[in-house]
């Protein structure tokens, strides 16, 4: 395979900067301006076949990869007062079925789907701006984000070089993002202390192509700091993994209260060292011995089975040093993940719908760090944080009356035509038998005043 990834650019996308929008608040950015207009140059002597936009506004969703479909796509400024600013790509519909090709056979979350719309979003067009005043001749593709953590963003980075390798297409990345939005309290989103603390560690991490420090950049802080584009940048790194990188940087602004960052990253052939996706993964497995590993088996299998999946996107088979009981025997389970003291997801089974109770739990587990609707999938980083309880459930009995609750000892479900909702006993926060029936009828969508059944069930719970 040879070096068909020519380079790679980390560009902001202030509509802004182009003048028929700024209409002269351009001139406040110059120094941005000029470092576009490079990234401009660099891309025209490279001539590329295929330039790659990753883009914080394309479509989004939170457990899939967007890439967008179809033979091209336009769109304009007129969002932004510029109508006239017109866009028309074509897409190269060949490298994309590939990429999506990739991700399907490694089960990858990536794909086609979704988009109804062909309009460009200004992460893409900004850039396009740039590039099209130097060079035309180029198929576009054009992908969004995700909900999900860093690591897989890396991943699909991973996944585009490999489709780029294989069909020798000479391609460049755009990597679209604005840095934070809190830099000024006088500037359109306020201010944080994370700001300008988010703009100088990023700017030094892509200033030296240190790109497995990506890593160590926590969610709550990228969220404080109020950053759009450092998941683009990881997927642009993901691109070169194992690959020396020179790195470039041209400029940074934050005059306007939010942050403009603009690199330019050249590959300089293989480099063993710079696998940073292992590496992170190898980091974080080290860091998560001890007592969490050591606990009750239930609550072991949980905790193992979250860290396979999250770390390697992989399912934990049915380990052979379990009790016997949780192999032979069948229940409902219930995996609930706290997170510094808050729930970060809860899903369960309120009777067994596999084989064995360990099967019961793994699945659980992975429900509830990913699939809970009220949370983002649990991250790498968050790993160390949590804590995990697993309650196995034993088998419910109809009641008559709520006298025959007790909200430390029993679980109750109430139901309601197809209609269910069930809580766990013994939560925090949950005092007596009229709130607990009360949350479980919300759980259910069950209105006051409608007939119920209540059916109660005691459960063992392993933390």
């Known amino acids: ?13 202030p509509p802004l900067i182009v003048p028929a929008v700024g209409r002269g608040g351009e001139k406040s950015i110059e120094e941005t301006t000029r470092a576009y207009e490079r990234v401009a140059d660099e891309i025209a002597a490279l001539k590329p076949e295929t330039i790659i936009i990753t ?60 988009e109804r719309s062909k309009n460009l979003d200004h992460g893409t067009m ?16 054009r992908c969004g984000l995700s909900g999900f953590g860093l690591t897989d963003h890396y991943r699909l980075g991973k996944i585009m070089k490999q489709a780029i390798d294989e069909l020798g297409r000479r391609t460049v990345i755009v990597a679209s993002g604005d840095l934070s939005h809190k830099l000024k309290a006088s500037g359109p989103y306020g201010f944080a202390p994370e700001g300008p603390q988010y703009d100088e560690r990023i700017m ?98 949980a905790y193992r089975t979250i860290y396979e999946y999250i770390l390697w996107n992989r399912k934990l088979a049915i380990p052979d040093d379990l009790p016997s009981e949780m192999r032979r ?32 739990i793994i699945n659980n587990a992975i429900s509830a760090s990913t699939e809970d609707p009220r949370f983002n999938p649990i991250t790498p980083d968050e790993l160390k944080s949590l804590e995990i309880n697993v309650d196995v459930l034993g088998t419910p009995e109809t009641i008559e009356s709520p006298k025959e609750l007790d909200v430390k000892r029993y679980g109750v479900i109430v139901s309601c035509g ?29 209105r006051p005043g409608e007939k119920i059944r209540l059916q109660r069930f005691e459960v063992i719970r392993h933390i």
């Open 329 to 360: 025997q069948q229940a409902g389970t219930f995996v609930s993940i706290h997170k510094n003291g808050d729930l970060r997801g809860c899903i369960g089974t309120t009777g067994p719908t596999t084989a064995c109770i360990a099967q019961e």
């Open 1 to 13: 395979m040879g070096n068909n990834l020519l380079a790679a650019f980390m560009v902001p996308h």
């Open 126 to 141: 900004v850039p396009l701006w740039f590039i099209t005043q130097k060079y035309r001749d180029f198929k576009l593709v």
């Open 204 to 301: 030094d991490v892509c200033g030296r192509a240190a790109f497995g420090e990506l890593f160590d950049f926590d969610s709550d802080f990228c969220d404080k700091a109020a950053e759009c584009g450092h998941k683009s940048f990881v997927i642009m790194a993901g691109a070169f993994d194992g690959i020396a990188v020179k790195a470039e940087k041209l400029s940074h602004q934050d005059v306007t209260g939010v942050g403009y960052g603009i690199c330019i990253f050249r590959p300089e052939g293989p480099d063993e060292s710079r696998h940073f996706l292992k590496n992170y993964i190898e980091s974080v497995e080290s860091g998560l011995t001890g007592t969490k590993m050591s606990t009750d088996p239930y609550v072991r299998l």
């Open 418 to 446: 197809g209609r269910r909702g069930l809580l766990l006993p013994d939560l925090d926060g949950v005092d007596s038998v009229e709130q607990q029936i009360s949350i479980a009828m919300q759980k259910g969508g069950i």
């Open 55 to 114: 883009s914080p506004h394309s479509v989004m969703y939170s457990d899939y990869f967007h890439i967008s479909p179809g033979k091209g796509a336009s769109g304009n400024l007129g969002d932004f007062g510029a109508r006239d600013v017109k866009f028309d790509v074509e897409y190269d519909t060949t490298l994309v079925d590939r990429i999506c090709d990739i991700a399907g056979d490694a089960d990858f979350p990536a794909g086609k789907l979704g």
